[in-house]
């Protein structure tokens, strides 16, 4: 089917000092570009172009004035595949005579990763694709998202995503179908193993996967965490997100049974059980590959989950503070 309409948009902006001219010519001729003051936009509302088609003049002169970034990819794939094959300028040389140049294997995501391995402020550009027919058949729609960094070009469609949501979701099935047989909830593995879950054991167990989720994001985004939430991230790592949820239900037990002596003093100081006794559990628990446990003395214990959620508290009120100046 023809006529294929793609829409593209990277983010965030590209510093200009970061540019070659060279870099700013073929990315201007590729995609749709805008200067802000945050720096060069790339996009298009109709696809990237190739072959680009440049003037022989602009192309020499942005060529020699990026020659400071000789060892740049650019830089190399112009002077081995164009600028070679060009006449040296003379009189009788038509400088507007325009040339053609064929990026079919040298992308305009290697221009760009190419600027981010040399910038100093610039980590990552991501890119957003979706394609659909002026037709809006089903079969037409597609979306694609890449990560540019320094060392690689990431890239997943929309097909890929989804069948990685499909095998999470059977995943799921699968461990939801081992904890839940057709009557309930089962406890986790020990004495009482076949006895069901109560309705109370089964909120204790999601507020627990919720605060393990939200501390697991946390330290996928790089945002700051203690090193116990950074151990449980490296044995998520390792054992998986079906062995995680089984972590959650094991915690359970403990976690009641630390809020039953811990209640009064909760209450009294106007803690909730599930936005700041879970999280401060969560987050004071050591974690192994057999699974998380408590360091130290039961009471000694108790005392630092109850630090942890004043901790927590204060790092919240500190936030907000600092919002409103």
């Known amino acids: 089917m023809t006529n294929i309409e793609a829409r593209i948009i990277c983010h965030p902006p590209i510093p200009l000092t970061d540019i070659t001219p060279l870099e700013m010519l073929v990315l201007n001729n590729v995609l749709e570009c805008s200067e802000t003051e945050s720096g060069l936009v790339l996009f298009t509302d109709f696809g990237a172009t190739n072959p680009i088609s440049v003037m022989r003049h602009e192309l020499i002169e942005a060529f020699r004035a990026s020659a400071p ?11 081995s595949r164009i600028i070679a094959l060009l006449p040296a300028l003379s009189g009788d040389v ?20 190419g600027i981010v391995a040399r910038s100093v402020s610039l980590r990552e550009v991501v890119v957003i694709q979706w394609t659909n027919h002026p037709s809006q058949c089903p079969e037409t729609f597609g979306a694609g998202v890449s990560l540019i960094t320094a060392k690689a070009i990431h890239h997943a469609s929309s097909e890929d995503l989804l069948a990685r949501f499909r095998q999470q979701d059977r995943a799921l099935e699968l461990s939801l179908s081992s904890l839940a047989p057709s009557d309930g909830l089962r406890a986790p593995a020990g004495d009482d193993a076949d006895r069901l879950f109560t309705a ?14 939200y501390f697991r994001g946390l330290h996928e985004d790089r945002r700051p965490v203690s090193d116990r939430i950074v151990q449980m991230s490296e044995v998520w790592d390792a054992v998986g997100w079906q062995a995680m949820r089984f972590r959650a239900a ?47 003395e039961p009471d000694g214990f108790l005392q630092d989950v109850i630090a942890t959620a004043k901790r927590r508290r204060q790092d919240v009120i500190t936030r907000n503070t600092f919002r409103r100046l």
Do not use: K
Not at 69 to 77: K, M, P, R, Y
Not at 200 to 213: D, Q, S, Y
Not at 269 to 291: H, K, Q, R
């Open 69 to 79: 970034h000789v060892d740049s990819a650019l830089n190399i794939f112009i002077a």
């Open 94 to 113: 038509d400088t507007e005579a325009s040339v053609d140049i064929d990026l079919s294997e040298f992308p305009w995501q290697f221009v760009v990763q």
């Open 250 to 296: 094991e915690i359970v037990p403990l976690a009641l049974d630390a809020y039953a002596d811990l209640s009064g003093v909760l209450e009294r100081d106007g803690f909730t059980f599930d936005f700041d006794f879970i999280p401060a559990m969560v987050d004071t628990l050591l974690w192994s590959e057999s699974g998380p446990y408590r360091d130290g």
């Open 200 to 213: 109370r054991e089964v909120g204790a167990a999601l507020c627990i996967w919720e605060a393990m989720l």
